[in-house]
């Protein structure tokens, strides 16, 4: 009998003599069947029946019966039978079976550890050390082919086995001749890599330098960097002197030269001292001699072909080709090949914009012997609100200078209470003037012409000192918007 069993029992013949007491029934058997039918007993039963922390009873009426079942994770070591000293629960035997004690001989069988043996991190780390292993040692590795078996290979078979695994992966490089080379690089794709892991991004140190070598002259010739923001590629002189490099910078990556390394009668650039190159930019030192293109070469920057039959400038694509000076732009071909002056998208073949409204826009001009023939054109503009003579251009008469103007100016009322919509006027202006004495003077008359809406509206020329002025006279009332454009021919000695 369990101790379970033995416990209900003891709680049923207990209740038995209670219940003998209360009905003064002595006999058992007598009692049980004066007193109580079969019924009644299984449920007196049933009532005195406690769960425990272990147990847990069920009494089914309709059988009868009575259920014990020990409960999930209720059996703690206090209820296991003692051990022996220096065992552990388990079961080394075949198939399965019910635990036993086993022994520290049959524990390590099943772990598989040799007795006495030491695997703790303290005593791999107390090993002594050999720093370069040869193809005879061996490491302990555990097999994953095996169910993680613990084996021991060489280092010999642990260099084949990286080699065969990283040769695919990079080149090898391989002596030649007077020198190194890298053999083995795929047809396509990057040729090659050079890696720097740096510690910020303010490190400056080479990737890898290329020296010439020699007892007398070990200065490096190029030298290769990586860090985001320091030059890239640096070319030294033999006197160690940095004269190219690749500038890298937050927004710009260029190529640099420095012709102060040379002195001021040398330059630099690309190209050849002896104009080898086929192509060549060069920057001149101060005080280097000599000219191209008819300009001393000393302090001037060149951009130039050697020995080649074209030189061509332009875009491959539909980007427009752009000009500028002083970091101003300057001008442009648009992808339609029309050229703009001071035009970003230049709308004729030749687009002329000037920036400063009453300078001249053009002048044509032909070399002669004593002085060349010339054509100049100015344009300018001004608006008037009422009748007053307002100056819509001025023209500086040179001394010793026979001045001819043609001017025509186009009007149009744009606003105000007089006048009607639309209302415009067309005039032409054209005289011929001299310096004398520092006086403007008229050569004969001035000749005008004027197709207007309104009578009142006019543009003439008068004089000033050594002036002429293109003035225009609107209306009282009446907003007009006046435009010159002037052709000027002269002659000077």
């Not at 089914?60 to 994770?73: E, F, L, M, N, Q």
């Not at 629960?89 to 198939?95: E, R, S, V």
């Not at 920057?283 to 280097?288: F, N, Q």
């Not at 687009?351 to 032909?366: H, I, N, P, R």
């Amino acid at each position: 009998m369990t101790p379970q069993e033995e416990t209900l029992f003891r709680q049923l013949i207990q209740e038995i003599a209670r219940i003998k007491k209360v009905i003064g029934v002595t006999d058992t058997l007598e009692m049980v069947a004066s007193t109580y039918t079969d019924e009644q007993a299984q449920d007196a039963v049933g009532t005195i029946l406690t769960d425990t922390t272990t147990i847990d009873f069920t009494y089914v009426d309709a059988t009868p019966g009575i259920v014990a079942s020990v409960k999930t994770d209720s059996i703690d070591n206090t209820l296991l039978a003692n051990m022996a000293a220096d065992t552990i629960k388990g079961y080394a035997g075949i198939g399965t079976g019910d635990p036993t004690d086993l022994t520290a001989t049959q524990a390590r069988t099943i772990l598989n550890v040799a007795s006495g043996a030491d695997v703790t991190g303290t005593a791999i780390t107390a090993l002594a050390a050999k720093v370069t292993p040869v193809d005879a040692d061996a490491v302990v590795i555990t097999d994953s082919a095996a169910a993680d078996a613990p084996k021991r290979t060489l280092w010999s078979n642990i260099k084949a086995t990286l080699k065969a695994y990283f040769d695919p992966l990079y080149v090898q490089l391989a002596g030649v001749a007077g020198g190194q080379r890298v053999t083995g690089i795929a047809s396509t794709g990057i040729a090659l890599e050079a890696y720097r892991n740096l510690v910020a991004a303010s490190t400056d140190s080479p990737v890898f330098q290329v020296y010439q070598d020699h007892a007398s002259d070990d200065q490096p010739v190029a030298v290769f960097r990586q860090d985001g923001s320091g030059n890239i590629i640096e070319g030294y002189n033999n006197a160690g002197a940095k004269v190219m490099w690749n500038e890298q910078g937050s927004t710009y990556s260029i190529l640099k030269t420095d012709a102060s390394t040379l002195g001021t009668s040398a330059f630099s650039g690309f190209g050849t001292a002896t104009d080898q190159g086929r192509i060549e930019y060069s920057a001149y030192g101060s005080a280097l001699s000599g000219s191209h293109f008819g300009q001393t070469r000393a302090g001037a920057g060149i951009f130039r072909t050697v020995d080649l039959t074209k030189f061509l400038l332009g875009t491959f694509d539909s980007a427009p080709v752009i000009f500028g000076t002083n970091n101003t732009f300057a001008g442009a071909i648009s992808t339609a090949q029309d050229w703009g002056i001071g035009v970003l998208a230049p709308a004729a073949r030749l687009d002329v914009l000037q920036l400063t409204l009453g300078s001249a826009v053009q002048k044509l001009a032909s070399t002669a012997t004593n002085d060349d023939p010339s054509e100049i054109v100015y344009q300018n503009r001004v608006a008037t609100t009422d009748a007053t003579v307002t100056t819509l251009h001025t023209f500086t008469i040179p001394a010793s200078t026979t001045y001819a103007i043609r001017a025509t100016v186009v009007a149009r009322r744009t606003g105000g209470v007089s006048g009607a919509a639309e209302d415009g006027a067309f005039y032409t202006l054209e005289s011929v003037y001299k310096n004398v004495a520092g006086v403007a003077t008229i050569i004969g008359a001035a000749v005008y012409t004027a197709k207007e809406s309104v009578a009142g509206w006019d543009a003439v020329f008068d004089v000033t000192g050594a002036t002429v002025r293109a003035r225009v006279t609107g209306a009282a009332t009446t907003s007009i918007t006046w435009h010159v454009t002037a052709k000027v021919n002269m002659v000077s000695t």
